[in-house]
């Protein structure tokens, strides 16, 4: 069975610092990872994505995530976040032959001026 | 390029009430999926849509829930009666194709409240 743990809830960080935001998988095959963020009252917009190649994938607003096949982790990372990057994020999981995306429980970044 | 479009955007109506919500996906995006989403949960598939033909419908709770997409277009997803439970975000997404590697792209979700 696929499933996906954000296991933290609440994740806070100065203005200015890095953020992690942090996501595990597991899966019976090989992964196709996902990472959406959404904002109050709107639906989830599509940060970034990993298929294959590059561990390292970059993708909006300065977001990057790395894959770490071992560790089976998927962790979100920025250089230098933003007060407008706090919003609600979550990890997904699709495997490959199979067209369901199975989302984590969210982590809630609060970037604190 | 637009996005996914849903509405109503809110809902309130009384349990045991029908209610039906629409969305139309990206324009050329084959594939459409209907999510569940609970309050402090990431969202769950309900179906999803390749064209006309509903693929994968396994988490539809038949007994209340339907949903048509007619001319491989736009999408109803309708609740009746409506429960207390049901009360929640439904949110609509498209893709190009149903592959895995394919970005879904979600709408803004229509939030429905139960009394």
């Known amino acids: 069975a696929q499933s996906v743990a954000q296991p933290e809830d609440q994740v806070n960080v100065a203005e200015g610092n890095p953020l992690t935001v942090k996501c595990t998988y597991s899966?019976?095959?090989?992964?196709?990872l996902f990472w959406y963020v959404q904002y109050p009252n709107r639906g989830l917009q599509f940060l970034l994505k990993?298929?294959?190649?590059?561990?390292l994938v970059k993708g909006s607003y300065g977001f990057e995530a790395e894959f770490n096949k071992s560790q089976t982790s998927f962790h979100l990372k920025k250089p230098s976040a933003l007060v407008s990057d706090s919003a609600l994020y979550f990890c997904?999981?699709?495997?490959?032959?199979?067209?369901?995306?199975?989302f984590g429980t969210g982590t809630r970044l609060t970037v604190i001026p | 390029e637009a996005g996914v479009v849903q509405s109503p955007r809110y809902k309130i109506i009384e349990k045991k009430q029908p209610v039906a919500f629409w969305c139309n996906p990206i324009?050329?995006?084959?594939?459409l999926y209907w999510y569940l989403q609970n309050l402090g949960q990431g969202p769950e598939l309900l179906i999803r849509?390749?064209?006309?033909?509903?693929?994968?419908d396994s988490q539809l709770p038949k007994d209340r829930f339907s949903a048509e997409r007619l001319k491989g277009v736009d999408s109803t997803l309708k609740i009746q009666p409506a429960e207390l439970g049901d009360s929640a975000v439904y949110l609509c997404?498209?893709?190009?194709?149903?592959?895995?590697?394919?970005?879904?792209?979600f709408g803004p979700g229509t939030r429905l409240l139960v009394l």
């Open positions: 324009s050329g995006h084959n594939t």
């Open positions: 997904a999981v699709r495997v490959t032959g199979a067209n369901n995306l199975f």
């Open positions: 899966v019976s095959g090989n992964p196709y």
């Open positions: 990993y298929i294959t190649g590059d561990n």
């Open positions: 997404a498209s893709s190009r194709t149903g592959t895995g590697q394919e970005t879904q792209y």
């Open positions: 849509y390749e064209n006309e033909e509903a693929v994968d």
